[in-house]
Nanobody, 127 residues
């Protein structure tokens, strides 16, 4: 089972940028499809972005498309989420998630599809 730890959250003004990281420990990181999710107070956890094990396939929620970029470095066992042009409504706890998959181009978007989760990192966007 892969262990995940997020970092890089913080307080930023509207229009600002942040870079989140998700460090994974465990065997064969490239065999895990990865995702970023977020949860705002009083709301359900929602999909943000996903990337396949090889990094060759990516998918984004409509609300972040064109502003956020997901990437991974399998040599460093790390996934990233670049957040740009941040809005107040992006404020949430951001979680990374992993799901083992032999298909290195598989993408998953559902919370229930991921078996491993990090503890989250807070992103707060002020107006």
């Amino acid at each position: 089972q892969v262990q995940l730890e997020e970092s890089g959250g913080g307080l930023v003004q509207t229009g600002g940028s942040l870079r989140l990281s998700c460090a994974a420990s465990g065997p064969t990181f490239s065999l895990y499809a990865m995702g970023w999710f977020r949860q705002a107070p009083g709301k359900e956890r929602e999909f943000v972005a996903a990337i396949s094990g090889s990094g060759g396939a990516k998918n984004y929620a409509n609300s972040v498309k064109g502003r956020f970029t997901i990437a991974r470095d399998n040599a460093k066992n790390t996934m990233y989420l670049e957040l740009k042009r941040l809005k107040v409504e992006d404020t949430a706890i951001y979680y990374c998630a992993a799901r083992q998959s032999s298909n290195t181009l598989a993408i998953y978007r559902g919370v229930a599809e991921f078996g491993s989760w990090g503890q989250g990192t807070q992103v707060t966007v002020s107006s």
